[in-house]
């Protein structure tokens, strides 16, 4: 149980772009999902906590204009990067609560998705 | 803020070692720490979860303990595997709306 997916696995963009990436929950339903990015040898770094039905929350330092969040369905949440630049590059992932068991705050992670913008 | 440091960064031993992965966190205030696994070009998977009120979680070879007070969890892993290399990952969770705030890892290679 607890299965979070994430589409595509890998994408190749052009600078100037968007790109959009797909969280879901598969057998739980995620009133919480979170988006991570990780670049390469660091930690990953909290980009933004996604609510069903309300505007995303977004850590300090990331624009809300150019990572745009939808959680429009208690199981997706899509994470579109706007006019997108080789700095985007990097590795997306994001992760969900279970709204059964919002009590334990755990969080079950997508397999993620490599963004590589040329 | 809180920051979270992981020792050592690398780590390379002959199978069938038992071994330590260190993790530190600078606000003690936190609900739960977790331990994951990543391996490379892969996402994580979730190794043990310790509520802020236990010492200690085990899973097979794997057992982690936490020190709230002094802001230490270690993560100790017996008779190492070639299998069990990999980056290790520890986050700490404040709670509510929160995400998690990860370490760096600790890069671990068991060689065979």
């Known amino acids: 149980g607890a299965v979070v997916s994430q589409h595509p696995s890998r994408v190749i963009c052009k600078s100037g772009t968007s790109v959009k990436i797909e969280c879901r929950s598969l057998?739980?339903?995620?009133?919480?999902m979170f988006w991570y990015r990780q670049f390469p040898k660091q930690s990953l770094m909290l980009m933004a906590t996604s609510n069903e039905g309300s505007k995303a929350t977004y850590e300090q330092g990331v624009e809300k204009d150019k990572f745009l969040i939808n959680h429009a369905s208690l199981t997706l949440s899509t994470l579109t990067v706007t006019s997108a630049h080789p700095e985007d590059s990097s590795f997306y992932i994001c992760?969900?609560?279970?709204?059964?068991?919002?009590?334990?705050?755990?969080?079950?992670f997508g397999p993620g998705t490599r963004l590589t913008v040329t | 803020k809180q920051e979270v440091t992981q020792i050592p960064a690398a780590l390379s031993v002959p199978e069938g070692e038992n071994l330590v992965l260190n993790c530190s966190f600078t606000?003690?205030?936190?609900?739960?720490l977790q331990w994951f696994r990543q391996d490379p070009g892969k996402g994580l998977t979730s190794l043990l979860l310790?509520?802020?009120?236990?010492r200690e979680q085990t899973s097979g070879r794997l057992n982690a303990s936490l020190d709230k007070s002094s802001g230490r969890s270690t993560l100790y892993i017996a008779a190492s595997q070639p299998g069990d290399s990999a980056t290790y990952l520890c986050?700490?969770?404040?709670?509510?709306?929160?995400?998690?705030?990860f370490g760096k890892g600790t890069h671990l290679i068991i060689q065979s």
């Open positions: 606000d003690s205030a936190i609900y739960n």
């Open positions: 992760s969900a609560r279970d709204r059964e068991r919002e009590y334990s705050y755990e969080q079950y």
């Open positions: 310790i509520q802020s009120s236990q």
């Open positions: 986050a700490v969770f404040r709670g509510g709306a929160d995400g998690l705030t």
């Open positions: 057998d739980f339903q995620a009133t919480t």
